[in-house]
Structures are given as C-alpha cells and as structure tokens.
C-alpha cells in the first residue's frame, strides 16, 4: 500500500490507530509479516530519520500483538489489513540502554533456551521446528555508554545473526546508516527495508492528524482561538505538517511550545512554524525574547547527558563548565524557557551499600536494589541532543569540561560519597574526551561505579591504551557484572584479581577505602591443572629447603620450630617442586588428605564437592595418577612461597577439631560460601569464573580455593561469633613464620 492509497483506507470509513493517528500502510505491511502473509518477507527493518516516528508506529503496533492491549483497542474499526492476527506475543527485547550481550540473553530467557554461550543461542533458535517471532525496538539507543557505539555492535553480533537464522521472524527498529550492514546479512526476498521518509511510506495526513490531536482543548491544549476552532485547529495544524518536512519530532516540539508558552504565537505568521528539530529551538527563543545561544548552552549538559537523565543540582555547574562562564542567572531566569524540551523523569536511587552482607542462594551479594526516588532531567527526544552538540564549536572540549566539573563534585575524592550520577557515568563523559585511560587507576571507582555501565566504557577503549589496573578490572568485569554484586563484594573481587595480576597496592588500597571487605588476600599462584586441596601443618623438622619466592634454602635435621601451616596441592605429575606419592598411602599425611579434598558441607553442597573433587580410590580427583601414584605441592598457607618437603610429614586436623572451629565451608561448582557455625550465617560468599576444582578452609579461617586459573588463599576477616578452643593439632604458626610477604591482618 501505497502512501497515496492512506486516503481510500480513511475514505472506507476506517478510524485510524489511536496511538499512531495514520501509518496505515506501513500497519499493514506489519500486519502482514506477523501472519507470515505468502511473499511477506521474513525480516523487516524500518527506519527513518530522526523524529520520524519510529518507536511509536513499533508501540502501536506492539499494542495490537498484546491480548491485553488488543481488548483495549477499537480493532473493529480499524483497517482489517492492519490488525495483525491473535496469536501469542512476540519477544521484544528492548535495546534502550542495553549491551548486545544484554538484548542477547533477553531473547534465550524468553524462549527459556539452555544456552551456555552466545554462539548457542543462534544453534538453539535455528534447532526449533516452529518460528519464533522477535521485535527489537530502539536500536539508536542501545548501549549503557552512547559514545561506545553499541548500536552497531548490536547489529553486528545479534540482528545480523538471528536475521541469518530461518526460524526467526524479526522486525527491527534500526537507524538508517546501520540499515544497509543488516540488510546485507540476507539473501535477496527476504527483508524488506521501510523508511519512513520514503515517499511510498510517507504519511502526511497522519502528520496532519497528530498536529490536530496534540492542538485539540481535549488532549490538554490551552483553549486558545486557534485550539478552540475547529477549523482553524485544522488549518494551523496543516501549516505546522507542511513545513515540517514529514518530522513528528518537529512538529510535536512546535506544538508543545506554543502551548506551554502561547506569549507571541501568530499562526498566521509562517516565521514561528519551525522547520526542523534545530528552528523549534531558535523559533521558540526569538519569540520568548531570548537568544537561542543561551537556550542551547542551557541545555547542553542534557545533550550530553548519560542514562536515564542529569540530577537536577548537576544542571547548572555543567551549564557553567560548557559555557565557560557563569550562567546561573540565566537558568534561573529561563527554565520557562527552556521547558518545552526538557522531560522531567522519577528515578531510583541506587541503594548500594558497601557494607551489606552477602546472602543469596548464589554466593553472591545481594543486587543493589532502588532507593528513595530523585527527580532527573532529559531532553525530550535524542534527536534534540543531536542537534544542539552539533551546533557546539567542539564536542570533545565540551565533554572534557564537563568531565572536570563532574570529578570536582566528588567529595574529598571519595566514591563513597560522590552523587550517583557521577559515579556512575563519569567514565561515559571522560571517554568521548579521550581521557578515559587516565582516570582508570583509582580501585574505589572500580568498587563503586555501576560494572555495566563502566564495563562498556572501558571495552570502548583499545586495550594497548589501558594500564594495567585498567586491564586487570576488564577481566574481572564479567563476573562483577554476573554476580551482580554490591560495591562491597565488587571491592573483594578486584582485591583478589589485583593480588593475582602482581598489583598488591592496588588491592591494599581496598581495604583503605572504607570497605567491610569479608577476606584479605594473602598470595595467589598462577597453577593451573590443580585438582584439589588440603590444609594441615609441616612439622618443621621435616623441612627439606623450600623453593620460595624469598630464595632461601632449608636445612636438614634442624630441630622443630613448631607446626607450619601449609596447604597441599593434588597437580598433575611433573608439575615443578611437586612429589609423587603413592596412591595406597594411608596415616594422616598430605597425600591421603589432599586425596579427599577435604572440602567441608552438608547436603547439595557435600555432594557438589564430591563431584567436583573426584571419587578414584580414597576421593581421587579425575585426571590424577593412578595405582602409581600422584603428584602433591606443599605451599605455605599464609605466604607466596612453595615448599620442598615430604608430604607424608603433613598433618590436618580432624574431622573432630574441624567441626570445632569457628566457621565452616559449603560449596558448588562455580561458588562457595564460608558461614559461622554459632549463626549459620554466610559471613564471605564467592563466585568464580572459572570453574572450582578444589578448595578448603584451615581451622583458623584461611581459604584455599583452586581453579582451572590457578589458587589463591584469603584470609577471612569476619570475627567468630563464638570463639571455640583452638585445637592442639592447629594448622598454624607463631607471626614470626607465618609470612614473608603478602600477610594478613590476624587481629
């Protein structure tokens, strides 16, 4: 249907959509597609410029694919060829502020697919016998960073493939230079390409309509000669459409204008019937009195604004900051102005508080939930924002500005303390700057700031221009965005991923921050193939040297100096320093230990430590030696330094002196959880990235964990809400030997 065809559809007496007001042929090119119509392509992308009306024909037309929305609608009224048919809703995984990734995982969640990679979701998807239907609208607003440039990625490494898959029936909302790149990822026939400037999709009269509607007393016009009137509605509202080149957005902030501000309004004058989106900014200003310089530097900061909108206080130092001089006299004079292009919003505080404690079924902290609500400021449609930072002599120089005034707003330098707005989506602003790469060295932003959001900034990056604390949270960001973790628990991840990255101040630097952080990392040893682990305590007489990272060497027969607190290391045969022991040896040595695993828990949590560690003789893992033996690596429990000694001289303690002892261990796969025997409560939750193949917990609270990356030890810092007898048999040491490097705080 052509555009020329809308008024024989209007002439047969049909209403058009109440929400849309017109876009009858475009409605039924949709309405065709949902029912799979023979010779309907199977993807449909639509575009169109800005403000062309993209998201509101997608969300009317959305309303008649909802049962619920449909039994609101007067669909008998309505073009029969434009109401799609009643069948189950589609997907609509909407892209605004997501990641690719994010808009991904929406889609298998919704279809409850099993997938465990990206790659699988397309397998899946493509494995199903019937289609499945996807409408992905907002694509010009994915991403938690704009200038990250997610739309594209979005296309590259979601749109693109579902639109390959044959199963997949999608219709995308996508801005017109990332048109062609979608397009192209399908054969010839199957999609089909809407734009909405176009002259065959083009409505006119639908533009006409919605001027009239939005101008009418009974919508919340001012009754004004020209609203009152039906006929001079009629006509003013056929001046606006016609000069405003098939512009929704144009059009709409031409109404809201002179309806907020009907001061100077002459319909008969064609100088105050703006054009474009950038003449309803200039129209306006002129007519109130004002220079329209001053309307857009007022407005810049929410140009540049990032996520749902800028705190209200924010708006006049930024204001200040773009326009290099102090411009609070014209804000406060000129927020009548400036209110025709300014949305108000109603938004959660994000209550993250450092010091919650951990306490969900996953190991994971508790997800920041919203706290008291805070008014913030939008412009009223991206396209507004578009028009004013191109009409800025240097973006760059804005941005860098604002990210100064931003940085200077931050008490004392304390994240803690910084407006959630700046802690959140400063990285945003200091990267359209180019000056991303310099704030990244402080571990409190790390902590404090909002992981996807910074997560998606940082990526933005080229990784050679990251430093090394940049890189190191990079790493980590996927597990702090999984976990979706509190500030708290984000700081004791990247405490320990900077103790595994060589980059001990930075993590220290965590445990001055003002974070109840639930472990101190003691060391971490790059080990991979590690297959399970044991604490106990090395008579120290046994010592045959070491092979430490201090480089001193042993002595034989010296007399004991006390039990040290080791922890024995089941490795692959041949791993250096490590001794293979035969498998049958019985007594309470490092062998028969480590054999068990040693990992602690009741129920679920017993039996997934089982599984994880192995069962081959006495609790063999798999992969371990056979009959002729195993390889066992003594570290010490509390320093960075392996151990060249007999295992078979390593003691543990006893299921007895364990069960007597403050806290206990329970663990799965991928997480564990350290809790208070007295209380029953987690008091240090943990979740890997990796998979766990071994960890134990020595009786005076040092956690060895073992991965396929290697193993770290922490030592838990929560204070035993009972204290018990510490055993005699105790896996530990006098301070004196306890470290030569990464030490704990043992208060």
């Not at 809703?89 to 909407?94: Q, R």
């Not at 889609?107 to 790659?119: N, Q, T």
């Not at 991923?497 to 060589?502: K, L, R, S, T, Y």
Request: charged share 20%; aromatic share 4%.
């Amino acid at each position: 249907m052509s555009a020329s065809e809308e008024g024989n559809a209007r002439t047969a007496g049909y209403a058009p959509h109440p929400h849309i007001g017109g876009r009858t042929a475009v409605l039924r090119a949709l309405a065709a597609w949902r029912m799979r119509w023979p010779g309907a392509p199977r993807v449909i992308v639509l575009t169109g410029n800005p403000g062309s009306g993209r998201s509101r024909l997608v969300t009317g037309f959305l309303m008649m694919c909802d049962p619920d929305y449909r039994k609101q609608l007067p669909l008998d009224e309505l073009d029969p060829a434009t109401v799609p048919p009643d069948l189950p809703p589609p997907a609509v995984p909407s892209a605004d502020g997501r990641t690719a990734a994010q808009v991904l995982w929406l889609v298998a969640d919704h279809f409850g697919l099993r997938a465990g990679r990206k790659e699988d979701v397309f397998t899946e998807l493509a494995a199903r016998e019937e289609p499945v239907t996807i409408v992905v609208p907002d694509v010009d607003r994915a991403g938690p960073v704009r200038a990250a440039q997610e739309p594209a990625r979005l296309i590259r490494e979601v749109l693109a493939p579902l639109a390959a898959v044959e199963t997949v029936q999608l219709l995308a909302d996508v801005p017109r230079e990332l048109v062609a790149e979608l397009a192209a990822a399908l054969p010839s026939g199957q999609v089909q390409v809407i734009d909405l400037d176009a002259p065959e999709w083009a409505d006119p009269a639908g533009l006409v309509l919605h001027a009239e509607t939005a101008l009418d007393p009974d919508t919340g016009a001012p009754e004004l000669p020209y609203t009152t009137d039906p006929s001079a509605r009629r006509a003013l509202a056929e001046a606006l459409a016609g000069r405003a080149a098939g512009s929704r957005l144009t059009v709409q902030l031409a109404v809201q204008s002179l309806i907020m501000q009907p001061e100077g309004f002459d319909p008969a004058d064609p100088a105050l019937l703006p054009g474009s989106v950038g003449e309803a900014l200039d129209v306006h200003a002129r007519r109130l009195g004002a220079d329209p310089q001053t309307l857009r530097l007022m407005l810049a900061p929410l140009a540049f604004a990032e996520g749902e909108g800028l705190p209200v206080h924010l708006l006049g130092p930024l204001a200040n900051a773009v326009a290099g001089r102090d411009m609070s006299q014209e804000i406060a004079d000129g927020m009548l102005l400036a209110a025709p292009f300014i949305q108000p919003v109603e938004a959660g505080v994000n209550d993250d508080d450092a010091d919650a404690a951990p306490a969900d079924g996953e190991g994971t902290a508790d997800a920041p939930g919203a706290g008291p609500a805070r008014t913030l400021l939008r412009l009223m449609h991206p396209a507004l924002a578009e028009e004013i930072r191109a009409g800025l002599p240097d973006v760059r120089d804005a941005q860098t500005k604002i990210a100064m005034a931003l940085l200077e707003a931050v008490p004392q330098q304390d994240w803690a303390q910084a407006d959630p707005y700046i802690r959140d989506h400063l990285a945003a602003h200091t990267l359209e700057a180019g000056l991303l790469p310099q704030l990244l060295t402080d571990p409190g932003l790390f902590a404090h700031a909002d992981p996807v959001v910074l997560r998606a900034a940082v990526e933005a990056v080229p990784l050679e221009a990251l430093g090394a604390p940049a890189r190191t949270y990079l790493r980590t960001a996927p597990l702090l965005t999984r976990s979706r973790a509190t500030a708290r628990m984000r700081a004791a991840f990247l405490e320990t991923a900077f103790v595994e990255d060589g980059l001990t101040p930075y993590a220290e630097a965590l445990h001055t921050r003002g974070f109840r952080l639930p472990w101190r990392t003691l060391w971490s040893a790059p080990l991979p193939g590690v297959q399970a682990v044991t604490t106990g305590a090395l008579l120290q007489e046994a010592t045959e040297g070491t092979n430490g990272t201090d480089g001193t060497g042993g002595t034989e027969g010296t007399e004991a100096a006390g039990p040290r607190a080791v922890v024995a290391l089941v490795v692959p045969e041949g791993t250096p320093g490590s001794r293979t022991v035969p498998s049958t040896t019985e007594g309470t040595g490092a062998e028969a230990a480590a054999a068990e695993g040693a990992t602690e828990g009741t129920g679920t949590d017993a039996a997934a430590a089982e599984g994880a560690d192995g069962a081959n003789g006495a609790g063999a893992p798999d992969g371990a030696a056979e009959p002729g033996g195993r390889a066992i690596l003594l570290h010490d429990l509390r320093s960075p330094e392996f151990l060249d000694a007999d295992p078979a001289q390593v003691l543990r303690p006893s299921d007895d002196e364990r069960a007597a002892t403050p806290f206990g261990l329970s663990r799965g796969a991928d997480y564990l959880r350290v809790w208070a025997r007295a209380t029953q409560k987690v008091v240090a939750a943990l979740v890997s990235d990796t998979p766990i193949t071994g960890a134990d917990l020595s009786p005076d609270g040092v956690l060895v964990v073992a991965t396929e990356r290697g193993v770290t030890a922490r030592q838990i810092l929560a204070a035993a809400p009972a204290a018990p007898t510490v055993p005699a048999q105790r896996a530990g040491t006098t301070d004196a030997d306890a470290s030569h490097g990464l030490e704990g705080d043992h208060s």
